[in-house]
């Protein structure tokens, strides 16, 4: 019974809850048991609320009682990963310097999420500022695929994409700036997805590239996505950059008919991938043409310059938003050092991992005078031009599909020397992310030559047609695309 329970879906708890069949308190009972079970070897939190989970529980088992209508996630068991503030627990970033910082307030996102019902299990291992592809980067240590424990989840917030896989939350929220939502969802065979740029609110979520950042869900089906993002979506006042356009109930309107719907197929996202995942995704594609979508061939011609150009603007913006970590704003301060300037320097040196270093280096580099017009404007024009392809395509589709990753998930430590290769592999999430359009990941099918590894397909809509975007993504999941391979 208990393990069921740590399987349902947001539909399956709401009808377990209203029928009586279950408490939310035994809910989230079920899920600390599984975190007890499964977590020592997986690694996916780094910090449990279990007084503020069942304290929510039992509100929500009140209400029950009381004969209430029910918010629409009462009692969903809920992970959220450490960049994301969640008052009066550590908001670390998996970073030693933030190792004894207590957040002073909730994101909007977890606000909103706790109005509806949620109960906050506790947060998530990711990499150490969301700066990574693996979760090797946390410094914490790294969080395992819960699917091959020799494995990586992926990352950045592969902390919250293993809980949901290993059923030690229903959801989680993740960030993503370059795929770090998608690309974990991917490796750990589940769904993940970024809104539109400006479609969530970014109020207590820690700044990494500020341009880029993006909070949203993982699930284990489009639709508790949809009803995740639903929840979060929506202006804040908070948040300058969050848009003030209204949010559809994307739930509703996911069994919408798809056929018809026009799907592109960009040529630049088929060469030099691993052949197996590029067969798995033409299956993907294939089904769309079952369901009477037109399939149509289109062109991306910037896709090549999309790393260079993220990895400009990400590391330019990572070095502007850091510069706060000084030992004496935030958390860590290093203990020994002799006056201000070599406090900040020993601070900053003990306090940060190798890679957030090289970040805030490159970032450093690209915008210093000199370089600043060769590099940084340079990458600002690119972005615009990647962008355009982007906005051209969808003058004649409605969706595209592609893979979420060229490469299927890695041994741990198999990219630690080599962080250019990992930069690389982000080469099919960074152009939605550089364009600010929304993009989802789904599972589609297995690895033929290790059926443990999964396969994620990404599709991608037009600013703010998330309604779009989650109707295809659920048209291919009910017609069997989680069964494939
Ligand atoms: N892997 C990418 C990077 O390291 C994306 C990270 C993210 O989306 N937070 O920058």
Same mark, same amino acid.
């Given at each position: 019974?208990?393990?069921?329970?740590?399987?349902?879906?947001?539909?399956?708890?709401?009808?377990?809850?209203?029928?009586?069949?279950?408490?939310?308190?035994?809910?989230?009972?079920?899920?600390?048991?599984?975190?007890?079970?499964?977590?020592?070897?997986?690694?996916?939190?780094?910090?449990?609320?279990?007084?503020?989970?069942?304290?929510?529980?039992?509100?929500?088992?009140?209400?029950?009682?009381?004969?209430?209508?029910?918010?629409?996630? *009462?009692?969903?068991?809920?992970? @959220?990963?450490?960049?994301?503030? &969640?008052? $009066? #627990?550590?908001?670390?970033? +998996? /970073?030693?310097?933030?190792?004894?910082?207590?957040?002073?307030?909730?994101?909007?996102?977890?606000?909103?999420?706790?109005?509806?019902?949620?109960?906050?299990?506790?947060?998530?291992?990711?990499?150490?500022?969301?700066?990574?592809?693996?979760?090797?980067?946390?410094?914490?240590?790294?969080?395992?695929?819960?699917?091959?424990?020799?494995?990586?989840?992926?990352?950045?917030?592969?902390?919250?994409?293993?809980?949901? *896989?290993?059923?030690?939350?229903? @959801?989680?929220?993740?960030?993503? &700036?370059? $795929? #770090?939502?998608?690309?974990? +969802? /991917?490796?750990?065979?589940?769904?993940?997805?970024?809104?539109?740029?400006?479609?969530?609110?970014?109020?207590?979520?820690?700044?990494?590239?500020?341009?880029?950042?993006?909070?949203?869900?993982?699930?284990?089906?489009?639709?508790?996505?949809?009803?995740?993002?639903?929840?979060?979506?929506?202006?804040?006042?908070?948040?300058?950059?969050?848009?003030?356009?209204?949010?559809?109930?994307?739930?509703?309107?996911?069994?919408?008919?798809?056929?018809?719907?026009?799907?592109?197929?960009?040529?630049?996202?088929?060469?030099?991938?691993?052949?197996?995942?590029?067969?798995?995704?033409?299956?993907?594609?294939?089904?769309?043409?079952?369901?009477?979508?037109?399939?149509?061939?289109?062109?991306?011609?910037?896709?090549?310059?999309?790393?260079?150009?993220?990895?400009?603007?990400?590391?330019?913006?990572?070095?502007?938003?850091?510069?706060?970590?000084?030992?004496?704003?935030?958390?860590?301060?290093?203990?020994?050092?002799?006056?201000?300037?070599?406090?900040?320097?020993?601070?900053?040196?003990?306090?940060?991992?190798?890679?957030?270093?090289?970040?805030?280096?490159?970032?450093?580099?690209?915008?210093?005078?000199?370089?600043?017009?060769?590099?940084?404007?340079?990458?600002?024009?690119?972005?615009?031009?990647?962008?355009?392809?982007?906005?051209?395509?969808?003058?004649?589709?409605?969706?595209?599909?592609?893979?979420?990753?060229?490469?299927?998930?890695?041994?741990?430590?198999?990219?630690?020397?080599?962080?250019?290769?990992?930069?690389?592999?982000?080469?099919?999430?960074?152009?939605?992310?550089?364009?600010?359009?929304?993009?989802?990941?789904?599972?589609?099918?297995?690895?033929?030559?290790?059926?443990?590894?999964?396969?994620?397909?990404?599709?991608?809509?037009?600013?703010?047609?998330?309604?779009?975007?989650?109707?295809?993504?659920?048209?291919?999941?009910?017609?069997?695309?989680?069964?494939?391979?």
């Amino acid at each position: 019974m208990l393990v069921e329970l740590t399987q349902l879906t947001i539909t399956g708890i709401r009808d377990s809850l209203t029928r009586k069949q279950t408490s939310a308190e035994e809910l989230v009972q079920a899920h600390l048991a599984q975190i007890e079970m499964r977590d020592a070897e997986v690694h996916a939190y780094l910090w449990h609320s279990p007084e503020r989970a069942l304290a929510q529980a039992r509100r929500i088992d009140q209400m029950i009682a009381a004969g209430e209508e029910l918010p629409p996630l *009462a009692g969903v068991p809920t992970a @959220v990963k450490d960049v994301i503030l &969640t008052k $009066g #627990s550590p908001t670390t970033c +998996a /970073s030693r310097i933030l190792e004894n910082y207590t957040a002073p307030y909730d994101a909007t996102a977890v606000k909103r999420l706790e109005a509806a019902g949620a109960c906050i299990l506790g947060k998530t291992n990711c990499d150490e500022f969301a700066m990574g592809s693996s979760t090797e980067n946390s410094g914490f240590g790294p969080t395992h695929n819960p699917l091959d424990l020799t494995r990586v989840p992926g990352g950045s917030s592969g902390g919250s994409g293993a809980a949901v *896989a290993a059923n030690m939350a229903t @959801v989680a929220l993740g960030s993503d &700036t370059g $795929g #770090s939502i998608r690309q974990p +969802a /991917s490796f750990c065979n589940v769904v993940g997805m970024m809104g539109t740029y400006g479609r969530v609110s970014r109020y207590g979520l820690v700044a990494f590239a500020s341009s880029l950042d993006h909070i949203g869900p993982f699930g284990r089906s489009v639709r508790d996505v949809a009803l995740v993002l639903q929840t979060i979506a929506g202006r804040d006042p908070m948040d300058s950059t969050s848009a003030d356009v209204p949010v559809a109930d994307y739930a509703a309107a996911l069994d919408r008919d798809v056929s018809g719907l026009t799907v592109g197929v960009p040529k630049e996202y088929f060469t030099g991938l691993n052949p197996e995942i590029g067969d798995n995704i033409q299956k993907g594609i294939d089904l769309f043409a079952k369901l009477g979508c037109k399939i149509e061939s289109i062109t991306l011609p910037h896709t090549d310059y999309a790393i260079g150009c993220y990895y400009i603007i990400c590391t330019a913006e990572a070095s502007s938003n850091l510069a706060r970590y000084d030992g004496v704003r935030y958390g860590f301060r290093s203990p020994e050092y002799d006056g201000l300037r070599d406090m900040y320097r020993q601070t900053r040196d003990h306090g940060f991992g190798a890679e957030v270093k090289r970040r805030i280096m490159l970032g450093t580099y690209v915008l210093s005078s000199g370089y600043y017009d060769a590099y940084y404007l340079k990458a600002q024009k690119v972005r615009t031009l990647v962008a355009r392809d982007f906005v051209e395509a969808f003058d004649e589709v409605d969706v595209i599909v592609v893979p979420t990753s060229p490469i299927p998930p890695f041994k741990l430590g198999e990219k630690l020397d080599d962080p250019l290769q990992m930069y690389l592999a982000d080469i099919y999430t960074v152009t939605a992310s550089l364009a600010g359009i929304p993009g989802i990941s789904v599972p589609c099918g297995k690895m033929k030559s290790d059926p443990r590894l999964p396969v994620g397909m990404q599709i991608f809509a037009k600013h703010f047609d998330e309604t779009v975007l989650l109707q295809a993504a659920h048209a291919f999941e009910k017609s069997g695309g989680f069964d494939m391979g």
